[in-house]
């Protein structure tokens, strides 16, 4: 179950304002373009009726950093433009989080892809999903991953190591993966997957220079009226065939102490990063160890809520809190420290979030897992990943990897980072 005042997908956001009012517009067809945009889409809210898609569309501006140094001023700027009445609309990747700690920020391995990018738009607009233009079917397309069993054995075992020596109790260790789907048929492979996964916190970003594809189920952080929401995944089983299995693995996951200790680390890790930026007092575990069911997975959610401290906002909270816990491991900086050494690579978007701030003091983001993404003429990749903990075993890790890509291609694959 799901705690009942936890939002569960964008149409819950401050964004149901947009779409309760009277500014609301419903389009009947999305125009072909590749100036830039953000589409926010839950397409969970499709099953209570109220099916919508925020859309964000001709920028009067865009702030964007390529380089450490940039992200303060661009933080000012996001400031000043909400200031002004924008909207702010885009993205943070992972290593961006690296320009908040001063001592990581020499880790970050050099990428193609912006550290953090937002458009400055007028208000969104109001869409049903199944208005959208559709082009042409692919085939479902199929996934390479950029690793072997042998450097994935090797690379959990130092992990192994760290964590028998007290250095980290988790980490999310993450490979890429080359997604076999022209770059242009990102926005038509985001449609034709949307049915079947259900996500509520699901994204299509077009920068001109970049396409980004988001079937996200998690949520960072939900900003509205001040109070803070925040929801970390931890812990998968995949779904059965049969109704009495099903619900078998659902009781299972629920019980699983390998994944309710992965969930509290993360509960705790979050807890943490809240009470920097929360009144004092306010920060409350309101449900623990939720288990949710999606088309092709169970997941284990928790959910913290705490009230907004009076000197912070939006632009604070995701600066505190980013990365989210989920994708890091615990504690969070020595868990990145560690990502870097075995990972050796850029995450890019992968392990980000994307999301929105809007002038009325209303912010939310998700957590970029299910992610693909093609920058600058780059083949569509995207990045797979779990938890590891002490008791993880290396084949049964890589396999559940595997298994979370497979949402590509079948409807009874796994999920998660």
């Known amino acids: 179950m799901t705690s009942p005042k936890a939002p569960s997908g964008w149409a819950q956001t401050g964004l149901a304002r947009i779409a309760r009012g009277d500014r609301a517009r419903k389009a009947h067809v999305m125009r072909d373009t590749k100036a830039p945009f953000v589409l926010l889409d839950d397409a969970r809210s499709d099953a209570r009726g109220d099916a919508h898609a925020f859309l964000f569309t001709e920028p009067q501006g865009i702030i964007q950093a390529e380089r450490m140094d940039d992200v303060a001023p661009c933080l000012d700027r996001m400031r000043f433009a909400l200031s002004r009445g924008r909207y702010l609309a885009g993205y943070l990747a992972y290593e961006a989080g690296m320009a908040f700690e001063p001592k990581m920020s020499q880790l970050a ?50 992990i192994a190591t760290y964590i028998s020596a007290g250095d980290i109790y ?81 009781r299972l996951l629920a019980a699983n102490p390998k994944d309710r200790a992965e969930n509290l680390m993360i509960v705790d890790l979050l807890r943490n990063d809240l009470s920097r930026v929360s009144t004092p007092g306010s920060v409350k575990v309101t449900s623990l160890f939720d288990v949710e069911t999606y088309p092709t997975v169970h997941q284990m959610t928790s959910t913290i809520t705490s009230r907004l401290a009076g000197d912070c906002d939006a632009v604070r909270l995701l600066t505190s809190m980013f990365p989210c816990g989920s994708v890091t491991g615990a504690p969070k900086i020595r868990a990145m420290e560690i990502i870097a050494e075995t990972e050796r690579r850029s995450r890019g978007i992968y392990t980000g979030s994307i999301g929105y701030l809007a002038p009325d003091g209303s912010s939310a983001f998700n957590v970029a897992i299910r992610t693909i993404d093609s920058s600058f003429g780059r083949p569509p990749h995207m990045g797979i990943g779990s938890a590891i903990v002490v008791d993880s075993v290396a084949e049964d890790e890589l396999a559940e990897c595997l298994a979370k890509a497979r949402f590509l291609t079948d409807a009874r694959s796994g999920t998660g980072a």
């Open 170 to 250: 988790q980490a999310n260790f993450t490979f890429d993966a080359v997604v076999d789907v022209p770059p242009d048929a990102l926005a038509e492979l985001y449609w034709q997957l949307r049915p079947r996964q259900r996500a509520g916190w699901g994204a299509l970003v077009e920068t001109a220079s970049q396409t980004i594809v988001s079937l996200s189920p998690e949520n960072f952080f939900t900003l509205d009226q001040g109070r803070v929401c925040v929801r970390p995944m931890k812990g998968t089983a995949a779904r059965q065939r049969e109704v009495v299995a099903d619900m078998a693995a659902a």
């Open 109 to 158: 391995v050099q990428s193609d892809t912006p550290l953090l990018w937002f458009g400055e738009f007028d208000t969104p607009r109001v869409y049903e999903p199944h208005t959208f233009r559709r082009r042409p079917r692919y085939e479902p397309p199929l996934f390479r991953p950029l690793t072997d069993a042998a450097r994935y054995n090797q690379e959990l075992k130092r």
